[in-house]
């Protein structure tokens, strides 16, 4: 009866605990301190049901979890089965010779093995989150058994009643079958582990000899590796039927290489599917627009050439689409970029006619029929006869179309002098080395044959997708500064003509950049190159302890120049954009930029010289060599940067602030680090150490406000009348436009003279000081002049604009 109890009590709080836990495995991890003697390790005999309730729940969600899924036991029953095909493949005869195999046979076995490879490497990442779960459970399982044996055992010195000792022993024998199930698990888990592992790193380690094969095999080309074209006809029987059929094979080949690899790295098309849409957002958008003609603010805008390209979107978009693909699918098979490359003959052509005369078009038309002709041959089996002999009329179509251009020069009616010139010499190389290219086919050198024909084109080619993406590139540029929400921001709108520039600019140099990329790749220049550079920046030198490579050299000069360029960006923002949307106290906004300025410098300095080598101590020692020098023979300097830092934060002068020092009288054009520079009223710059700003007396006739009083004194004959002629002098200045009616424009009668009466007008300024002046005092004159006011008898003093009068 106890026993049935205490049963059913545990089946009761079994449920309730099931039903209430969130994680019943985490609690095995965390047994309340209540239940668990820490010293003892064990559960107090009180605890055992509510505890053993728990510890059932969690060994059942423990097997559920450790219970294989179906997926878990395909993957297990197809690891070994699929490593033995790889080891069956590898094998085999031509991945035992690959220093034999062509270039083409060599880029398949990369596809095939990289297909291998990414499905392991999937299969290895299950692996590893097994194996963490498993160590997870097993931690968990020795820790329960440890407990629930020093249990048993404190039950067995205690004389615990039977039943309790037989149910604690079901509980730690449960916890061992567990473990046991779960250790057999383990062990097969670390079998496939280590099975899958081993072979990604033979097929890594294969693909690097695959690689190096295939640059041996690009590279070796000058060799006989073919018979002479008179013998190859004596001994092999021309088929075109052969021949065609073995493109339509290796196309259907290059396709399935291609869908497989899309089908394998399906975890890239969400992020392709966003940005494709997104693209097909932004041209057809600019079309609309243009089509509605919204797209410029400026009418002259419309009809220049750059911007035709917009009303062509289907190839615009094709473009930017493939564009897209090259950086979301980096590992693509050369086969996807052959493809690509067909597909975008007709989208290049369309962009480059927006911007050519029709003169040009046949140019562009014959280039891309002898593309049609040399990369349908490409996908001949081999150099088979037929294959030879179109690319000899591949050849000599390329050689008849370079000469020419060359004889028309076309080149330069479309392109800028310097790249005429490079082109100009580029064609003449061509010309030679096709000729070159025609004798070795005959005599046999097949492979030298194709490379240079393969390198011709692919210059001309890169050259003309690379001017189509410049076109579309930069007329978006320029289309999107141009906008009327351009006008949004101050820094476009004040600086728009040079951001435009300067981004076309470098457009321009990442488009010729990026081809001599793809030049030098497709000519098997990279690798030279790239060893050339390497070596080049590794160069060092070594001063003292300290050791300098060329490399630290490059890091220095762009570290410093993007300091400068950093400095000058933030500075211009602040001023045009942040600085003139908001009210701050006067000179804050200089305190700020110039804080910050000399903060971004002096870190991108200590940077600078962080990339050569200099340490915390030499950096002490340079200070310490600078401050002797400045004790000596850097007085003054320091003492005017120090100058310029104090009036940064002193703020006595501000940028447009109208000063008078040493008899210069002018506006403040900048504050510099050594000095600042005064503009004055006759149009010359007055360059001033910033000391003498902090050392001397300056005059600032603008440091609270921009008022200025100013005063206009004339005599008139003792016949006239006072009160008039006060009422006169009030309403001409009160009635001009620059006067200030407060403080209001206040007419005095100075005093008598001895045959004058002498008049004073004072009134305040704000802007036009000069000129609002004159301008009053005309006034004045031609009010007293309409009134009839006689004048004194001496004229010459009759009007006085100065300061201070003279007295006849």
């Given at each position: ?565 950093l400095a000058k960006l933030i500075r211009t923002i602040l001023e045009i954009e942040v600085f003139a949307r908001l009210r701050l106290p006067r000179g804050m906004p200089t305190a700020i930029i110039t804080t910050l300025n000399y903060i971004i410098i002096i870190a991108g300095v200590f940077i600078a010289f962080s990339s050569l080598g200099v340490t915390t101590e030499q950096f002490a020692l340079i200070f310490g060599a600078l401050g002797v020098g400045i004790g000596f023979g850097l007085r003054n300097i320091i003492a ?169």
């Amino acid at each position: 009866m106890k026993l049935l109890f205490i049963l059913l009590s545990l089946f009761i709080l079994s449920d309730l605990v099931h039903a209430n836990s969130a994680s019943v495995v985490q609690q095995q991890l965390q047994v309340s301190s209540d239940s668990v003697s820490e010293a003892e390790q064990y559960i107090a005999m009180s605890d055992v049901a509510k505890e053993a309730s728990k510890i059932i729940v969690g060994l059942k969600e423990i097997d559920e979890v450790l219970s294989e899924s179906k997926e878990l036991l395909n993957l297990q029953e197809s690891i070994k089965p699929y490593c033995e095909s790889i080891d069956k493949l590898l094998a085999s005869e031509k991945y035992k010779n690959i220093y034999t195999q062509n270039v083409r046979a060599l880029q398949k076995m990369q596809a095939e093995l990289q297909a291998h490879l990414k499905q392991l490497e999937e299969w290895e990442t299950l692996i590893n989150q097994n194996i963490q779960k498993y160590d997870k459970y097993r931690e968990v399982l020795q820790t329960d058994l440890y407990l629930w044996k020093n249990t048993y055992n404190n039950a067995l010195k205690n004389n615990a009643p039977k039943e309790v000792l037989t149910y604690i022993q079901t509980v730690v024998n449960d916890i061992r079958n567990l473990q046991k199930s779960l250790k057999k698990k383990y062990d097969k888990t670390l079998t496939d582990s280590q099975l899958v592992s081993s072979h990604i790193l033979k097929i890594n380690e294969l693909l690097e000899n695959i690689k190096e094969a295939e640059n041996i095999a690009m590279n070796k080309v000058f060799y006989k590796n073919q018979p002479s074209l008179i013998e190859a006809q004596a001994s092999e029987n021309f088929s075109l039927k052969a021949y065609f059929q073995s493109i339509k094979n290796s196309i259907i080949e290059k396709y399935q290489e291609t869908r497989n690899y899309f089908l394998i790295n399906s975890e890239y098309w969400p992020t392709f599917l966003i940005v494709a849409f997104l693209s097909v957002l932004f041209v057809f958008y600019y079309n609309y627009l243009y089509r509605k003609k919204r797209l410029f603010v400026s009418k002259a805008s419309i009809g220049r050439k750059i911007f035709f390209f917009i009303k062509r979107p289907f190839s615009t978009y094709v473009i930017l689409f493939f564009l897209s693909m090259t950086f979301i699918f980096p590992d693509r098979p050369k086969s996807f970029a052959e493809i690509v490359l067909v597909l975008m003959i007709i989208p290049v052509v369309r962009i480059l006619q927006s911007v050519l005369s029709k003169q040009y078009y046949k140019y562009l038309y014959t280039f891309f029929l002898i593309y049609i002709f040399y990369i349908v041959n490409l996908n001949a089996t081999g150099f088979s006869l037929e294959s030879r002999y179109v690319m000899l009329l591949v050849n000599l179509m390329l050689f008849t179309y370079i000469a020419t251009l060359l004889y028309n020069r076309v080149l330069q009616q479309i392109s800028a002098q310097i790249l005429y010139k490079i082109g100009v010499s580029l064609l003449y190389i061509f010309l030679f080395i096709l000729i070159a290219a025609f004798f070795a086919n005959i005599y046999g050198s097949v492979l030298l044959s194709f490379r240079v024909i393969n390198g011709v084109i692919s210059v001309l080619y890169a050259s003309m997708i690379f001017y189509a993406l410049y076109i579309i590139l930069t007329g978006y540029i320029v289309v999107i500064l141009r906008r009327r929400i351009s006008s949004i921001s101050h820094m476009l709108d004040k600086y728009a003509q040079k951001i435009e520039s300067t981004t076309m600019y470098l457009i321009k140099i990442w488009m010729i950049l990026w081809w001599l990329l793809i030049v030098t790749k497709q000519l098997s220049l990279y690798p030279y190159l790239e060893e050339f550079i390497e070596h080049f920046l590794a160069f060092s030198i070594a001063i003292g302890e300290t050791t300098i490579s060329v490399q630290a050299i490059f890091d220095f000069i762009i570290i410093i120049v993007t300091t400068f360029l950093l400095a000058k960006l933030i500075r211009t923002i602040l001023e045009i954009e942040v600085f003139a949307r908001l009210r701050l106290p006067r000179g804050m906004p200089t305190a700020i930029i110039t804080t910050l300025n000399y903060i971004i410098i002096i870190a991108g300095v200590f940077i600078a010289f962080s990339s050569l080598g200099v340490t915390t101590e030499q950096f002490a020692l340079i200070f310490g060599a600078l401050g002797v020098g400045i004790g000596f023979g850097l007085r003054n300097i320091i003492a005017n940067f120090i100058s310029g830092i104090i009036m940064v934060f002193e703020r006595p002068i501000q940028i447009g602030d109208t000063i008078e020092i040493d008899n210069t009288l002018g506006s403040v054009q900048s504050i510099g680090a050594r000095s600042s520079t005064v503009k004055t009223f006759d149009g010359s710059e007055v360059i001033i150490p910033n000391a003498d700003f902090i050392a001397k007396e300056i005059i600032n006739w603008t440091l609270s406000d921009k008022y200025r009083r100013k005063t206009v004194e004339f005599k008139v004959d003792l016949e006239n009348d006072i009160e008039q002629i006060l009422k006169i002098m009030h309403d001409v200045a009160v009635a001009h436009k620059d006067v200030l009616t407060d403080p209001e424009p206040l007419a005095t009668f100075k005093g008598f003279g001895e045959y004058y009466l002498e008049f004073r007008l004072y009134f305040w300024l704000c802007e036009n000081l000069i000129v609002a002046q004159s301008e009053v005092a005309i006034g004045i004159y031609k009010a007293l002049k309409e009134a009839g006011v006689k004048m004194p008898v001496l004229k010459a003093n009759f009007f006085n604009q100065e300061e201070e009068s003279r007295d006849v």
